[in-house]
């Protein structure tokens, strides 16, 4: 087996919600998802059709469960986590999933940023969890909400091809709440969804 070959093997196992160890692997299995939902194939397209650029609720599905992996629940979701949540997002011209993968993403966003921020955040199982609001958990005041990571989460979304609306309302809540002159908020991302 070839080094490149043994790598893609690796990378194809990584994938497997039950054999994701840290959030290395997590971030990695995500990256196996978002080449999917590029393609069409691969080994969370087996069995089934699936469109290039097409995300479906198996999708979703795929991503919940390797976010909430044994191994990564009690950890907050990291930044490449959430940066590979992002480029699934980007790259799924076509969705139906029922608004599963933007629950999901705004989720996952708001906790990597809170945690980040040293805030405390809940389990991934209930703070991914489709039957759990987002503002039940999520910081709705910017006391203690790191700036840096602020700018970073307006960074990923400036200039995103699909907004995220559950996020943006998020973003706003919490700049809101930091006192920021309204006006600052079309600068940190792009508002015209």
Do not use: Y
């Amino acid at each position: 087996m070839t080094a490149s070959a043994g790598m893609l093997a690796d990378r194809i196992g990584a994938f497997e919600p039950s054999r994701i160890s840290c959030r290395d692997t997590a971030a990695l299995a995500l990256t196996v998802v978002r080449d999917g939902v590029i393609t069409g194939e691969g080994p969370t397209t087996k069995g089934r059709i699936h469109f290039s650029r097409a995300l479906d609720a198996d999708d979703a599905a795929w991503c919940a469960r390797i976010l909430t992996a044994s191994a990564v629940e009690h950890q907050p979701v990291s930044r490449a986590e959430a940066e590979a949540l992002f480029e699934i997002n980007d790259v799924a011209a076509e969705r139906s999933d029922a608004g599963a993968f933007d629950d999901l993403l705004a989720k996952a966003v708001v906790h990597h940023a809170a945690s980040a921020s040293g805030l405390a955040v809940p389990p991934r199982t209930v703070a991914l969890s489709p039957d759990t609001a987002i503002e039940s958990w999520a910081p709705t005041q910017a006391n203690g909400v790191d700036i840096a990571v602020l700018q970073w989460l307006a960074s990923q979304m400036r200039g995103r091809r699909r907004g995220n609306h559950t996020l943006m309302r998020m973003v706003a809540t919490i700049v809101g709440a930091a006192a920021l002159p309204l006006a600052h908020l079309p600068s940190m991302v792009d508002i015209g969804m």
